[in-house]
């Protein structure tokens, strides 16, 4: 089965019993999984939901703006900008730090968080333009 996903018979069995996936294997990858994770987790107490909300949250990773400078004819003024960010999904990035601060307050590491680099997946990458 493809991460996030359970087979039939699971899902079937879980309308009977709710506790299919108690360890959290069934959380869809992405920004909505860890959202619904710690949703999850803020509403049964279930330290599996709370601990995979953050972990997908932090292995989001970031990145260094690599910034290139547009004018005219595409532009009336210059600008700086970054051609592999966009606002929705930075936009996005923000209201589940914020979800998680208060989802998983009791959870959140003690430890500062190790920074990765971040892959882009189909963007182009500023360096190649």
């Known amino acids: 089965m493809p991460p ?5 018979e699971v899902w079937t069995r879980d309308k009977a019993t709710n506790s299919e996936g108690p360890d959290a294997q069934y959380v869809f990858p992405g920004q909505g999984g860890a959202r619904l994770a710690a949703w999850a987790y803020s509403k049964t107490g279930n330290k599996a939901f709370g601990q ?10 970031g990145g260094i703006a690599n910034l290139r400078t547009i ?14 960010m966009s606002t929705n999904e930075a936009s996005q990035t923000s209201l589940s730090c914020i979800e998680m601060l208060e989802l998983c307050k009791d959870m959140l590491p003690t430890e500062t ?4 680099v971040r892959e882009f997946r189909g963007r182009p990458s500023a360096s190649r333009q």
């Open 4 to 8: 996030g996903r359970c087979a039939p």
């Open 52 to 61: 995979k909300a953050i972990t997908m949250l932090l292995e989001q990773g």
């Open 113 to 116: 968080a190790v920074r990765r």
């Open 71 to 84: 004018s005219t004819p595409d532009t009336l003024n210059p600008v700086e900008e970054d051609p592999r």
